[in-house]
Each structure stands twice: as C-alpha cells, then as structure tokens.
C-alpha cells in the first residue's frame, strides 16, 4: 500500500516515520513539505518533495496529512478530489461549520485520535461497561502546565493563532476524544475562557452526560497541575492519569479509609508507540478490506462540537 506524507514536523519524523517504515505491504512514496525535506526523506529511502502545488503531488492509496490547522482545509478538499484515503492528524477542523462540509464530501478520512488504543481508556471503558462499582456519580478531569514557547522562532506557526489552535485544540481535543469514546450524548453546561495574545490558555467547563452526571473540567497552561481523572461511583471513586497510557487505577472506598491499585492486563497500547501502531494497522485494515467508514466516528465529530461550543461560551477576554 503507497503511502504519501505532507508535512515533515516533529510528529511525522519521530513517530509515523518509524512506525510506517516497519509495517509490511506499507509503502513511503513521498515525503513533501514547503521545505523540501531531503534529509528526513533520505533516510527512509524515499522521494523529497518541496511543495509548490498540492495538485502536483503524486497519488497513493493513503496519505498522512500533518500540516497546521490554519492550512489543513485546503489540503483535505484537494485529497478527497483525488478519492484517496486520509489520516488527518488532529486537530480535524477549525470549527464544526467545516468539519461537516468535509465529511459530506468524503468518508474515506480517520483523524489521529490515538489515545483511545491506550490501555487506560480501553480498561477504564470496561470498568465502566461492567457496573461493578454501580452508577457514575460525577467526574472531575484536570489537566495542563506552563507550556512555554521557547526554542520556536519567531515566524513558527505555532506562534500564529491563525494557523495554530490553543490549548483547546491542541491538547484538550485528545482528552475530549477519549470522552466521546467513553459516553454518549456529551453536553456542554456551562464553560470560561482565558486568552492571552489570541490563543486560548485555560478553559473551565462542565458537562451533562445523558442527563445523569456531570463532569468538571479544568485545562489550563497558567499553572502547574498534575493530571487526573476522577471518577465518583456511589460508594468508591477511582482516580487516573487519562494522559498515559499505562496508568495505574487507584481505588477508594468513600466510606472507609481503605485504598487499593485495579491490577489489569494489557490488551492495547501500554506506551506510545504500541497506541499509534495500533491506530495505524486498524486504520489500514479497513482500508484495505474496503469497510464502509464511519466519518464522524473516526474524526470525532464529537470532539470538535464541544470545542465549538467552548469557544461560544467562553467569551473571549
């Protein structure tokens, strides 16, 4: 299978490169990027292409897209006019408005929402699934740090809110996804915002889940936190790391002093590289079997309603 690659950054150099070049029937037929990128493309024995035009660029059954949010739009219209499969990373759409105009056009498109092959939120959905500890009562998640910006120049994107997201997109979008892939029916209550120079640096929001519960969130780059998830059950809480994916589970009895640690096996990713591994070989299963793709599932439409939705709640300031 031709695999082709737009974008030559971090993610694609020291996690789709290594993994792509080690799967069998996997292909790299090109590495383009505005700069050319020779080096990166001579290590893996493949074409270096600086891009002019997206038009130009050759065809291949797939193509990974890993190119900022600002830009990612047109480069999706060009891909589905070619009738190819994509694996966008994330984040998917700058807004919800796009999203669903993409999705009309194609179903032939996954977006990178790798933590839901980690084996905390797989292990984490089966204790859920199982009512072992009865009904959920409510969830708190937080999440963040000083992220500073330092080694960027001046001209990165990333310093351009115009063509990269904030900390809603680019870190809370993967903690939504694995939402959206724990529970139906997420509604946004209520939600604030905190800017600084156009990006977004906190968020606090709280959520309704099919009207039984609520989750508090907090996201935040002003300070230092340790990230959690909460989970309050009638009679226990359990708490985790959703950011890994080996967390270990800790269990607490809410009427007694007793705590102890959920001992499970591995089933899925137990680090990084096992997660994006499998979000690739599923990805490629379906490819190549011709399965019929559910868009909205695989770019977690869901994911980008509740950043929308934020962003209209959290008045800008």
């Given at each position: 299978?031709?695999?082709?690659?737009?974008?030559?950054?971090?993610?694609?150099?020291?996690?789709?490169?290594?993994?792509?070049?080690?799967?069998?029937?996997?292909?790299?037929?090109?590495?383009?990027?505005?700069?050319?990128p020779?080096?990166?493309?001579?290590?893996?024995?493949?074409?270096?292409?600086?891009?002019?035009?997206?038009?130009?660029?050759?065809?291949?059954?797939i193509?990974?897209?890993?190119?900022?949010?600002?830009?990612?739009?047109?480069?999706l219209?060009?891909?589905?006019?070619?009738?190819?499969?994509?694996?966008?990373?994330k984040?998917?759409?700058?807004?919800?408005?796009?999203?669903k105009?993409?999705?009309?056009?194609?179903?032939?498109?996954t977006?990178?929402?790798?933590?839901?092959?980690?084996?905390?939120?797989?292990?984490?959905?089966?204790?859920?699934?199982?009512?072992?500890?009865?009904?959920?009562?409510?969830?708190?998640?937080?999440?963040?740090?000083?992220?500073?910006?330092?080694?960027?120049?001046k001209?990165?994107?990333?310093?351009?809110?115009?063509?990269?997201?904030?900390?809603?997109?680019?870190?809370?979008?993967?903690?939504?996804?694995?939402l959206?892939?724990?529970?139906?029916?997420?509604?946004?209550?209520?939600?604030?915002?905190?800017?600084?120079?156009?990006?977004?640096?906190?968020?606090?929001?709280i959520?309704?889940?099919?009207?039984?519960?609520?989750?508090?969130?907090?996201?935040?780059?002003?300070k230092?936190?340790?990230?959690?998830?909460?989970?309050?059950?009638?009679?226990?809480k359990?708490?985790?790391?959703?950011?890994?994916?080996?967390s270990i589970?800790?269990?607490?009895?809410?009427?007694?002093?007793?705590?102890?640690?959920?001992?499970?096996?591995?089933?899925?990713?137990?680090?990084?590289?096992?997660?994006?591994?499998?979000?690739?070989?599923?990805?490629?299963?379906?490819?190549?079997?011709?399965?019929?793709?559910?868009?909205?599932?695989?770019?977690?439409?869901?994911?980008?309603?509740?950043?929308?939705?934020?962003?209209?709640?959290?008045?800008?300031?």
């Amino acid at each position: 299978m031709k695999i082709g690659i737009i974008g030559s950054g971090r993610m694609v150099s020291s996690i789709h490169l290594p993994l792509l070049s080690c799967i069998d029937d996997v292909k790299i037929e090109f590495i383009a990027d505005r700069n050319n990128p020779l080096s990166l493309a001579k290590m893996y024995n493949t074409k270096s292409i600086q891009i002019d035009k997206i038009g130009n660029l050759p065809k291949c059954d797939i193509i990974l897209l890993a190119v900022p949010m600002g830009i990612k739009e047109k480069y999706l219209y060009e891909l589905i006019e070619r009738d190819c499969h994509i694996f966008a990373e994330k984040p998917f759409a700058v807004d919800l408005a796009s999203h669903k105009k993409i999705l009309k056009l194609s179903n032939k498109i996954t977006c990178n929402y790798v933590r839901n092959y980690y084996d905390t939120t797989r292990n984490i959905k089966n204790i859920i699934s199982s009512d072992v500890f009865g009904k959920i009562e409510k969830i708190s998640i937080l999440e963040g740090g000083i992220n500073g910006k330092t080694g960027l120049s001046k001209n990165s994107y990333q310093n351009n809110p115009e063509l990269s997201g904030g900390f809603l997109k680019d870190s809370a979008s993967h903690t939504f996804s694995q939402l959206d892939f724990l529970f139906d029916n997420i509604f946004l209550q209520e939600a604030s915002v905190i800017w600084e120079n156009g990006f977004d640096v906190e968020t606090h929001a709280i959520f309704h889940v099919n009207d039984s519960f609520s989750i508090d969130y907090l996201g935040t780059q002003l300070k230092n936190i340790e990230p959690s998830t909460t989970i309050v059950f009638e009679n226990y809480k359990i708490k985790f790391n959703h950011l890994i994916p080996d967390s270990i589970f800790t269990i607490s009895s809410l009427n007694t002093k007793k705590k102890f640690v959920l001992q499970h096996e591995s089933f899925f990713g137990s680090t990084f590289a096992q997660a994006y591994y499998l979000k690739w070989i599923d990805f490629l299963k379906k490819v190549s079997s011709s399965s019929k793709m559910d868009g909205e599932i695989e770019t977690s439409i869901t994911t980008t309603r509740i950043i929308d939705n934020i962003m209209e709640k959290g008045i800008k300031k």
